[in-house]
């Protein structure tokens, strides 16, 4: 891996990141010293909403130019071939992502310390996903008022269940949607019962028993209240 970095990409020093590493095929001009005071204003953000206790290490950062680089850098073949549309992710230490886009970096870095702070075992992906838009609604009140739209029209018919206990149709035909609403559903659980029983109910195994016990409530009772939460903000 060392020699392919050397061979065909170009290393930027970061204050950020460990290292910066740019495809010499990538041709956009990127403003690295903008792009960091950017960063470190969403890093902050991130470690004063969920209250992360302790910095982590600084990691690399792969900007490729196309698709076969991005899969072939990154070892994840499966996740980059022709007909997937990931664009970006955090593994290993390391961000990935096809091209630059700010947006995306954002959210990768993000997965990078939530990882990091919680641990994903019993986290489903409603929440893994939930709590990166969380922090991105937070940042931008334009987003968060169109995404509370969108909580609002699927609000009754969202599979609960399958999403949060079976962890299962997050990614898919309505992944679009439900990346809107999954940050909503986390700031309705922070806002109500603080950040401290959320990060604990991520890490619970058994969702429907660690509702009754943080949040006092049964599983359907808490869905109920969610549902007319969005009419108050």
């Known amino acids: 891996m060392q020699d392919l970095k050397v061979a065909n990409y170009r290393e930027i020093t970061s204050a950020i990141f460990s290292n910066i590493y740019v495809s010499k095929t990538f041709a956009d001009t990127i403003n690295f010293n903008e792009t960091e005071r950017e960063l470190q204003v969403y890093e902050n953000n991130s470690y004063q909403f969920m209250k992360f206790k302790n910095r982590f290490k600084k990691i690399d950062w792969f900007i490729h130019s196309n698709i076969q680089e991005y899969g072939f850098a990154s070892g994840m073949f499966g996740l980059t ?7 970006g992710f955090s593994i290993r230490g390391e961000i990935h992502t096809k091209g630059y886009n700010m947006a995306l970096v954002k959210h990768e870095f993000s997965h990078y310390l939530f990882d990091n702070a919680i641990p994903q075992d019993h986290n489903p992906a409603f929440f893994v996903e939930g709590c990166v838009e969380y922090v991105t609604d937070l940042n931008d009140s334009l987003v968060l008022k169109q995404r509370l ?20 149709d997050f990614y898919g035909q309505y992944s679009s949607s439900n990346y809107s609403i999954c940050g909503i559903f986390v700031q309705y659980l922070v806002d109500n019962y603080g950040v401290e029983k959320f990060k604990k109910y991520c890490l619970a195994n058994d969702k429907i028993e660690a509702a009754k016990e943080l949040f006092t409530k049964n599983f359907a009772d808490l869905i109920s209240d969610y549902k007319s939460w969005p009419d108050q903000h």
Do not use: H, M
């Open 81 to 87: 071939c022709p007909g997937n549309n990931s664009v």
């Open 149 to 168: 739209l969108i909580a609002k029209q699927f609000r009754d018919t969202l599979r609960y269940e399958d999403l949060i206990i079976n962890n299962k």
